[in-house]
């Protein structure tokens, strides 16, 4: 698949974009992707479209470990307004909802959402699926394991890309059945998995090419990036963009930064190594 359909508005796949993060949370774990004001959020959105984003991520319940729970109410007031305030100032963005509920999702799209980023795949929430396929936006589907509480807790893989392919093919076959066409995996950097599976993952994520999807890589400023350097994630900008550079190299096709400007750089660098 080479191109989504973001209401109306193809996104061409063929060359890899950058999904700016834009948290309208008070405990994102990066504190400097945390929105204080309405200027406030004009101002990094307005920065990270001058840097080149071509979508931004807005959430508003935090996946960081130990987050603290978020009514869907709270979800919706957060997430909500904010879609309706960016689409008044920016007509022409495209704007993803990270959320795994699926009236957060139905809300945000009505709103002016183009696509849902779910960190479970539809296994949170059993009406989730159903409701992209009403909709049909596109629905970026992560892999982890466990609910909500658990999802970062470490599993034992007996061979992580061949368990990580059965989920997903599990998921796209039910995707596929409601009639959901535009489909994006995350293979789920930090969720459900140890250091070393996180990088195995990573050093095989060609492998997920075999679903013939595009794959989402969120690895920006994360805790793999930030024990194997022994930095905080404030310090993890560099790494960030290693990362990034090498899953461009394995077929990644989304990349989801906090830091736009040097998410682009790693795309123009890479297009030119490949003579494009």
Do not use: W
């Amino acid at each position: 698949m080479s191109s989504i359909n973001c209401r109306g508005k193809l996104l061409d796949l063929a060359q890899p974009q950058v999904m700016g993060i834009l948290n309208v949370t008070p405990d994102s774990f990066y504190d400097r992707s945390r929105i204080s004001s309405e200027a406030d959020l004009y101002e990094k959105v307005q920065t990270m479209l001058d840097q080149g984003a071509d979508m931004i991520d807005l959430g508003g319940y935090s996946t960081r470990p130990n987050a603290g729970f978020v009514t869907q109410d709270e979800e919706i007031d957060r997430v909500v307004p904010t879609v309706k305030f960016l689409m008044a100032n920016f007509t022409d963005l495209i704007i993803s909802v990270d959320t795994f509920r699926s009236d957060v999702a139905a809300r945000s799209i009505d709103a002016g959402a183009s696509i849902i980023n779910d960190i479970s795949a539809g296994s949170l929430d059993g009406q989730m699926l159903n409701t992209i396929a009403k909709f049909q936006v596109p629905y970026i589907m992560m892999h982890m394991l466990g609910d909500f509480a658990t999802m970062h807790q470490k599993h034992d893989y007996e061979n992580i890309i061949k368990e990580m392919l059965l989920f997903f093919a599990e998921r796209i076959q039910l995707a596929r059945q409601l009639g959901i066409n535009d489909l994006i995996l995350d293979p789920g950097f930090g969720f459900s998995k140890s250091l070393d599976d996180n990088f195995q993952v990573l050093n095989q994520l060609a492998d997920l090419s075999m679903t013939d999807l595009p794959i989402l890589v969120g690895v920006s400023r994360k805790s793999m990036i930030c024990r194997t350097l022994d930095v905080n994630p404030a310090e993890a900008l560099n790494g960030t963009s290693v990362i990034n550079t090498l899953a461009l190299t394995k077929g990644a096709k989304i990349l989801r930064v906090h830091d736009v400007r040097e998410a682009k750089q790693c795309v123009a660098l890479y297009q030119k190594m490949i003579g494009q």
